[in-house]
């Protein structure tokens, strides 16, 4: 069986978590929860294993880490004091990290690993929700600093017989990632880049779907959707590692005015 690979929305910090006594989050974060919560019953197995890229770890060359990522990186900054001790205790999968390693590198890329650093809140967020029970077994690879868009597809499509092993590749970040730009009157631009991205990324044609996500400063808005790219980028891994197959939008909704969508691909 092969997996599909997964473009994921994580969320703003510690969003879905705020409430120290477990309740639910606020209730603009909620369909995202929701979309979260529900992705490993919509995959076609129960994965042995997850492949994680976030948009908040960068390395000269990619990295992969064959540890277990604790203590967790709390890298978020001015939330309560109880989201600094929230916990996601999922065994590593050093096993899947060196694998990766080998493909990137018999597709010529140059590879590093390391075993220390814990596993950041774009991966442990949006996990603590999908993943509840800890109980599949993850490793993260980093992005390469000079967020080249073609390489990261070339990476992905690398990765991809990963997907016939039963691993699950996942890119974790945000659509639309502008800080500094919040609130309803941002929501038409949003929406226009949401529908030129949404467009390119399901392309029917794979090799023009690569072109156009690669050159994705070229749509509308672009840069001010994304005034630095990190948390684009697992788009273009995932994207590539799904190769030929299929690409769909199966999330989609607006949070701090932002238009924020989540695709498949296979």
């Known amino acids: 069986m092969t997996l599909p690979t997964l473009f994921v929305p994580h969320g703003g910090g510690p969003c879905f978590f705020m409430d120290p006594a477990g309740g639910p989050p606020d209730p603009m974060w909620r369909s995202m929860q929701a979309y979260l919560a529900g992705l490993i019953e919509s995959l076609p197995e129960r994965p042995k294993a997850i492949l994680l890229v976030s948009g908040h770890w960068e390395e000269d060359a990619a990295t992969v880490h064959v540890g277990d990522g604790k203590p967790l ?104 990632h502008n800080l500094r730009a919040r609130g309803p009157q941002v929501t038409p631009v949003a929406d226009e880049w949401d529908a030129a991205l949404t467009a390119a990324v399901t392309d029917p044609d794979p090799a023009a779907r690569a072109e156009r996500v690669a050159r994705w400063e070229e749509l509308p808005h672009a ?43 296979g």
Request: proline share 7%; aromatic share 10%; charged share 20%.
């Open 73 to 176: 990186l709390y890298d978020y900054y001015g939330f309560p004091e109880h989201t600094y001790r929230l916990c996601w205790d999922a065994p590593g999968a050093p096993d899947v990290a060196r694998r990766a390693a080998a493909l990137l590198e018999g597709a010529g890329f140059p590879v590093r690993e390391e075993a220390e650093r814990g596993w950041d809140h774009g991966v442990f967020i949006p996990m603590m929700v999908a993943v509840p029970k800890a109980n599949i077994p993850l490793a993260q690879m980093s992005l390469r600093k000079d967020l080249d868009p073609a390489a990261h597809i070339a990476i992905g499509r690398a990765l991809a017989p990963l997907r016939d092993e039963g691993v699950l590749i996942v890119g974790s970040g945000m659509s639309f």
């Open 223 to 265: 840069r001010f959707a994304h005034p630095e790219a990190e948390h684009l980028l697992p788009l273009m891994v995932a994207l590539g590692a799904g190769g030929d197959d299929a690409a769909v939008r199966d999330y989609r909704d607006h949070v701090m005015g932002w238009t924020v969508s989540g695709y498949r691909f």
